[in-house]
Nanobody, 117 residues
Framework: QVQLVESGGGLVEPGGSLRLSCAAS????????MGWYRQAPGKQRELVAR???????DYADSVKGRFAISRDNAKSTVYLEMTSLKPEDTAVYYC???????????WGQGTQVTVSS
């Protein structure tokens, strides 16, 4: 059973940076696709960024040029480096994983990111 544990959330001022981490266990990490999604209050969960097992990446238009997803297969960890943060980035950020064409078979518990002065 896949377990995903996010960390690194917190309170940051507009323009600041944060790095989220998601540690995976119970799976051969190198063969899974990984993703980051977020959900703001009153809104649906949305894709932020995802990375395939082969390293292909894609991003939501709203975060392109500001966020970067990466993975370290040796550590079974996926990262989300967030820069130039805006108040509208405030949300609970969730890590996900999937096999084959999928990215969202399993979910972490989420980590809160709040961007506010």
């Amino acid at each position: 059973q896949v377990q995903l544990v996010e960390s690194g959330g917190g309170l940051v001022e507009p323009g600041g940076s944060l790095r989220l981490s998601c540690a995976a266990s119970g799976v051969v990490f190198s063969i899974v696709n990984m993703g980051w999604y977020r959900q703001a209050p009153g809104k649906q969960r949305e894709l932020v960024a995802r990375i395939t097992r082969g390293g292909y990446k894609d991003y939501a238009d709203s975060v392109k040029g500001r966020f970067a997803i990466s993975r370290d297969n040796a550590k079974s960890t996926v990262y989300l480096e967030m820069t130039s943060l805006k108040p509208e980035d405030t949300a609970v950020y969730y890590c996900s994983s999937g096999f084959g064409p999928h990215f969202t078979t399993s979910w972490g518990q989420g980590t809160q990111v709040t961007v506010s002065s």
